[in-house]
């Protein structure tokens, strides 16, 4: 059948429609069009166009505007640039679209059918699916899904950041109201699905037979399954009468309502959820771990406290403070108080041990010339112990703090500090106080530097140079007698005198002093571009309050100190002079593709002198009766002072030594060849040092020592070190002034070796691929679910073997010489930072070592953790060591839902740990 252009009345009828369609399409179509059937619009519509479009249409200004512009077109033609800027400017504006076909009903309905790839926006949604339908009358959109089993089809709206899957989806879009059918809607931290879905407004949806998981909907490992559920802000999840599913398997109890809790927020307060702790109840009883609370006060500051409780007293407390002002200052303050005892006080083994501990961390930016910062760390000797299961915390035998504040010139001109450090000694149970102490330096300048550089040669006294520097210095050192018994704490002893001496039976409560130096130094004294010449003297002066006397006691047979309170100075001096320079030696050696060698010699050699201060001519030592035959001895009046004083006796030193550094090059031909050299150095130091005083009687040389360091090994430090004795030893074990070789084949007695070897390796840098098989829902007739075969073997590429890993090695070795003994010796080998993927899932990661000596293994951690999409499987533990334990923990990768686990009989046993304290580390 053939039809006549502009005759056939099908086509005019096409012809009409497609002119109150075309504005409302995509421009592609409606340029399409509007070319090709101008006179078909220009002929026929005018009259149509007031008869078929009643007031309804006053609803949809673009539609009436594009259409009445398009009936005008000769005289204002409208481009379909300028429709589609008019569509923008409407906030309200629907567009629509089809990659297939679509129709449109006129009259009182005007719906709009759209096929193929049909695709519906609004500003408040748009609606994806193979075929829609549009009610522009009452803004409604309606898709349903082909085939209900084809996920892939289902129709898909999706809502700023928001998406909704469904097999059948009416929304409307004025008013945001939805229902869905077989929906599956993402929510924070989890996944919803839904027979039936009711969207009331933009922040609530009811959900009727609704699914609730972390899982993704393809690996829904678990899910709470509910007759009506509620959702809240996209966050909040309420339902009723829901029961939850572990691989499809139900959990044998029912719960008749719930709440799924919005997502944590750093800026919320709320509870900290405890868990059960039923491990070694025998010795505790039962327990709650972790039960405290978060306090969000602003966003500069937090707090968190968290108690472990059990029935038989014993409880652990710890609470931080956190603050922070960006740029400005940021801090944390910890507290920790644990008392663990037993059951009861008539077991046999009843005991009761309390520790506790204070850190405080502050760093604070005063402006950009002054720094504040303090580390302080206080705590009982026990605290890391019996709380800790770190090894290098529970090693500690210290405990070290430090408050400091500096200051820096803006020009450079001086800098000043103020520091304090606190010293604990566990073991002798000993304090030290160090401070306050203030430090001044001044800039080094030089005084006879000429203003005019460049025009003359500079002479020596203008190389002439001076620094000042001062320090006060208190100190306070607690060392009772009774370490282990001690009534009277560091604390208490700092405040009280009285007590300071009944706890250490001496006086010396608190000692400070002052101390100033001046320096002046002169290089390049001789001109010379072979030889370096360099001299300097040394200034210092010494401010006490309190000096020393020492008597001889006749009755009692001892010398008696006695402390003479009055103001005292002493001044002590030194000057030296050194001698340095540089040659090399070059060999055109060849070995392999290594090309030549560099050997660079720098030999030093320096002379130093000191008087004798203990001479009379300086006043600063005094002579006293040693024992009752008449000897004396000589004592320094400042000796029990914090800087000591000037030393005793002559120096007249003559020190001297030699460094070497081993270079070559390393010559590597391509095939084309090109040459490409690279220096590379063997030995980055070689170096032997010694000394000869001049002024002493006896013993005039000193120890010599050795050092080498190098890294010719690429990715291998190695350093050692060594020192030596040239005088050989008594029955006694001290020193004669007779040289060792006069006495025995040797020419050194060595006294001391060390050996430090590092490395680092890694690889795997591509990784592995990573893939994940489909979710089995289980069904109990399948028993090839629990198979170990799987029938998929060999269907799939090999998984990946080249997975990223890294372990790093410190190995040191240390001998001692011991008269008389056997050396001490020491070998260890440590792999720290040990990681790498067993499988693409599994992690392993661990800290090992091995003491050679002993013949044991050192204290060490492993680690496995395996990544299952919604779960973590972790395994840590310990098997060496006083401190053996394991950790075994299931946990769901969301909070929310980990807390229920956790709760729920049968569930808990998920998490199980053995440890002599009985508790478990914060994850």
Known sequence: MQNTPLTNHKLIRFGVILLFILPLWINVSAQAVSDTLQTVIQDTIPSALNDTIPRAAERDTTLIQDAREEAQGEETPQSPQNREADRQSAPDAVNFQAQDSLTFKFGDQRIANLYGSSNVKHTNGELSAGEIELNLNINQVEAIADNPQDTLSYPVLRRQQDEIRSTRVLFNYESERGKFEVAEIEVDDGYLIGTKVKNVSRSEVFI?????????????????????????????????NARLFILDIPYPLVFPFGYVPAGIESRESGLLEPTYVYQNTSARGIGLQNLGWFQYFNDYFTAQTSFDLFTSGTFFNESRFQYRNTGQYNGSLTLGYSRERGLEPTDPDFTETTSKRLSLSHDQQLSPYANLTANINLQTSNYFKRNSFDPDERARTSTTSRLSYRYSHPEGTYNFSATSNLNQQFATNSTRLTGPEFTFSARQFSPFKSEQTGFQEEQWYERISISYRNNFKSEFDFTPEDADSAGVSWLEA????????EATDNDRHIQYGFQQRVGVSANQIVPSQFLNVSANINLTEYWYPTTIRKEWNEQENRIESER????????????????????????????????????????????????????????????????????????????????????????????????????TKQVKRDSTGEVQSTNLRLIDNLSAN???????????????????????????????????????????????????????N???????????????????????????????????????????????????????????????????????????????????????????????????????????????????QFSLQRDMICWNLSFQFNPFGDFQYYFFRLSLSSSQIQGLFQKLPLLNNLERSSSPTGRNPRF
């Open 564 to 663: 003479v309170r009055e103001f005292e100075t002493a001044r002590d001096f030194s000057t030296s002079l050194s001698f340095n320079t540089t040659f090399y030696g070059i060999s055109q050696l060849s070995i392999g593709n290594f090309e030549g060698l560099r050997h660079t010699v720098r030999p030093n050699i320096s002379f130093s002198f000191s008087p004798d201060f203990s001479d009379d001519f300086w006043g600063y030592y005094r002579e006293v009766q040693s024992d009752t035959v008449g000897n004396t001895q000589t004592y320094s009046i400042f000796e029990d002072e914090i800087f000591r004083g000037p030393g005793s006796g002559e120096q007249r030193t003559m020190s001297f030594g030699i460094s070497n550094i081993f270079e």
């Open 208 to 240: 009727e037979e609704g699914i609730y998981s972390t899982c993704p909907p393809d690996h829904m490992y678990y899910y709470i399954q509910a007759d009506r559920m509620k959702v809240v802000d996209e966050e909040e999840v309420f339902f009723t």
């Open 746 to 860: 040797k020419y050194l007695q060595p006294l001391s070796y060390s050996l430090n070897l590092s490395t680092s390796f890694n690889g795997g840098s591509r990784g592995p691929r990573i893939t994940t098989p489909d979710y089995r829902p289980y069904d109990p007739l399948d028993q090839t679910f629990f198979s170990p075969v799987d029938s998929r073997f060999n269907l799939q590429p090999i998984q990946r073997t080249d997975t990223p890993w890294s372990v790093g090695l410190d190995f040191s070795y240390r001998w001692t010489y011991r008269f008389g003994q056997d050396a001490r010796k020491s070998a260890v080998l440590n792999a720290n930072n040990i990681q790498f993927n067993l499988t693409p899932k599994w992690n392993v990661s661990t800290r090992i070592g091995y003491d050679f000596i002993e013949k044991e293994l050192t204290p060490s």
């Open 494 to 501: 700092l405040f009280d005198p009285s007590k300071y001496r």
């Open 690 to 744: 010694s000394s000869y005083n001049f002024a002493a009687d006896s013993l005039n040389f000193g120890r010599v020592n050795m050092s080498l360091s190098s890294r010719v090994i690429d990715g291998l430090r190695i350093s050692a070190n060594a020192n030596y004795s040239v005088y050989t030893r008594d029955e006694n074990g001290r020193e004669v002034n007779t040289f060792i070789w006069e006495d025995s």
